[in-house]
């Protein structure tokens, strides 16, 4: 039996939190999908800041970033891997870890063959390659990538490269660093037989847009990025081929005649392409779009409390039956039930407290 089929078929997610060695900083907690309760079944400690999650594609490991400048006097965060019990999707000990070799990693994803990890250090300003052995194993950062910019507009936060999220681009060998201090998306080609990567475009954004994370249309060949700074969602036509990402257009995330602190945090897409969902801090609302279906603009359909302070994340279940709002400020998870064809949101009732939640991640 896999961790697979002990995942999400039992209603398993995965919460990072900020914290201390001592604390419990993942969660493993469930889902009821008849009304959407949430329990928690598992608490671990013993990795500090987890504070972003990623899975490996056939379920064999958790891992962890740990937001930290150094690790064990070494410079650097550190990624942990931690095995995943196949028959209940509990979480066993740590199995490996690795120098992420960049200051405080805050975003993690994982190569759809399950063959690589990347990392990207928000105040080293670099990304960082990290190869998986067949059990899933980390092994010693391959490649580690330096971005170098300019100080922006925005000066307390774009006073140098702050690279935010990396992610791979679904069905090709390319991999974008959305980076905040650049005001720009990188991408590079992932060269698996010299295990490292070559950077082949940098889309620029327009000043202080402060871009911070990236979600890749399923059928379209779009992207959408999150943009912290400038509370906004920008649209960017992918080149498959070449590897080239390309600005269109951007979209606020706020209501019209909303004047006060705001800044955007997590964006993703419901699974048939059609909506949409972006958090809000400072506005604590979640941003709901319906997408075309020709060439994926964006029309704003509803914004809705997100039932907490400063939503740095949330997840659609795997069903699309609801979002998960990850309040951090507020210590809670807010659920919402999601109406599948009009794709709007609204209040279960449920949620649960956990300690500065900061990262959902479903099980598989």
């Not at 740590?94 to 105040?123: D, K, Q």
């Not at 092994?139 to 006073?159: F, I, T």
């Not at 140098?160 to 905040?180: E, N, Q, R, W």
């Not at 400063?310 to 039956?321: E, H, K, M």
């Amino acid at each position: 039996m896999s961790a697979a089929t002990n995942g999400w078929s039992q209603g398993i997610f995965y919460v990072g939190s900020y914290g201390e060695k001592k604390d419990a900083t993942i969660h493993v907690c469930k889902i009821d999908k008849e009304t959407g309760a949430l329990s928690i079944v598992q608490r671990v400690a013993g990795v500090e800041n987890a504070s972003f999650l990623a899975l490996h594609p056939e379920g064999k490991r958790l891992y962890a970033a740990k937001e930290i400048e150094e690790s064990g006097g070494v410079a650097g965060g550190e990624v942990v891997a931690i095995a995943i019990q196949p028959d209940t999707g509990l979480l066993g000990d740590v199995t490996s870890y690795s120098s992420t070799v960049g200051a405080h990693p805050c975003y993690i994803s994982v190569n759809e063959a399950g063959t690589a990890l990347y990392a990207a250090n928000y105040t080293g300003g670099s990304i960082s390659l990290h190869p998986l052995t067949a059990d899933g194993e980390l092994e010693a950062a391959s490649a580690v990538l330096q971005h170098e910019c300019e100080p922006g507009p925005v000066a307390d936060r774009q006073e140098k490269p702050h690279a935010h999220c990396v992610s791979p681009i679904p069905g090709t060998p390319f991999v974008c660093a959305v980076d905040l201090g650049m005001d720009a998306v990188v991408t590079y080609r992932h060269d698996a037989d010299a295990q490292t990567l070559v950077k082949t475009d940098e889309a620029g954004f327009f000043g202080g847009a402060g871009p911070r994370h990236i979600a890749y249309h399923p059928s379209l060949d779009v992207a959408y990025v999150a943009n912290e700074l400038a509370s906004s969602v920008t649209l960017l036509s992918i080149d498959r081929k070449a590897g080239v990402l390309s600005v269109e257009h951007t979209y606020s995330t706020l209501p019209e005649g909303y004047d006060g602190y705001n800044d955007s945090a997590d964006i993703h897409i419901s699974s048939d392409g059609r909506y949409l969902y972006s958090s809000n801090r400072g506005h604590n609302s979640i941003a709901v779009f319906a997408i075309s279906s020709e060439r994926g603009e964006l029309t704003p359909i509803q914004h809705i409390s997100c039932g907490g302070e400063l939503p740095r994340n949330f997840g659609i279940t795997p069903d699309g039956a609801y979002v998960l709002a990850a309040n951090g400020k507020t210590g809670n998870i807010y659920v919402l039930r999601r109406d599948q064809e009009q794709g709007t949101l609204a209040p279960t009732g449920h949620g649960l407290e956990l300690n500065i939640p900061v990262c959902i991640r479903f099980g598989l």
